[in-house]
T-cell receptor
Framework: GAVVSQHPSWVICKSGTSVKIECRSLDFQATTMFWYRQFPKQSLMLMAT?????????EQGVEKDKFLINHASLTLSTLTVTSAHPEDSSFYIC????????????FGAGTRLSVL | AQSVTQPDIHITVSEGASLELRCNYSYGATPYLFWYVQSPGQGLQLLLKYFSGDTLVQGIKGFEAEFKRSQSSFNLRKPSVHWSDAAEYFCAVVALLKGQNFVFGPGTRLSVLP
């Protein structure tokens, strides 16, 4: 099956620093990738839709300048949490949509971000 | 706008017992329906999906789900639960339009007693 690699799986950083999370589709091309945030014992909340070669589409309430998304190739999207603060601590999950199977998303293993 | 409800926040079953997790959706037409499973600290794994055709779909790990249009439901079932099935289960919907995003239910946490 299709594989999505997300890195790092866990990151601890100091308040005020920036953190980059990578999402790669390993064996398929993904024109669209998605970034979700998941709070403990809650469902996934879509943060933004990342389209290859164009600007990301952010959901209402998500700060564009806080969560920078870059989708430079058909297999890689990155999420940068800028000037992270403790309230940004969360579990971030990416998914990628296979161009051949538009309505199936394959998920990465997630990144746990802890901001001290 | 479509929405997904999973009425049971937490279910506990004994190993070997049968399981049914409920999912109801709200949408004007037939959506694409999915069940995902998430183990602690992990991403989501697709269990099964329904697009069209036979309303009873088979998935991985012995799971199946039945689409019932009249009840707007897509319940997940397994005849005999294994301890390794303990996880969080999410039902998701995507509208039958290009580019529509997933809408996830709140999830049901499954605990399995030995």
């Amino acid at each position: 099956g299709a594989v999505v690699s997300q890195h790092p799986s866990w990151v601890i950083c100091k308040s005020g620093t920036s953190v980059k999370i990578e999402c790669r589709s390993l064996d398929f091309q993904a024109t669209t990738m998605f970034w979700y945030r998941q709070f403990p014992k809650q469902s996934l909340m879509l943060m933004a839709t990342s389209n290859e070669g164009s600007k990301a589409t952010y959901e209402q309430g998500v700060e564009k300048d806080k969560f920078l998304i870059n989708h430079a190739s058909l297999t890689l999207s990155t999420l940068t949490v800028t000037s992270a603060h403790p309230e940004d601590s969360s579990f971030y999950i990416c998914s990628a949509r296979d161009v051949r199977k538009e309505n199936i998303q394959y998920f990465g293993a997630g990144t746990r971000l802890s901001v001290l | 706008a479509q929405s997904v409800t999973q009425p049971d926040i937490h279910i506990t079953v004994s190993e070997g017992a049968s399981l049914e997790l409920r999912c109801n959706y709200s949408y004007g037409a037939t959506p694409y329906l999915f069940w995902y499973v998430q183990s602690p600290g992990q991403g989501l794994q697709l269990l099964l999906k329904y697009f069209s055709g036979d309303t009873l779909v088979q998935g991985i790990k012995g799971f199946e789900a039945e689409f019932k249009r009249s009840q707007s439901s897509f319940n997940l079932r397994k005849p005999s639960v294994h301890w390794s099935d303990a996880a969080e289960y999410f039902c998701a919907v995507v509208a039958l339009l290009k580019g529509q995003n997933f809408v996830f239910g709140p999830g049901t946490r499954l605990s399995v007693l030995p």
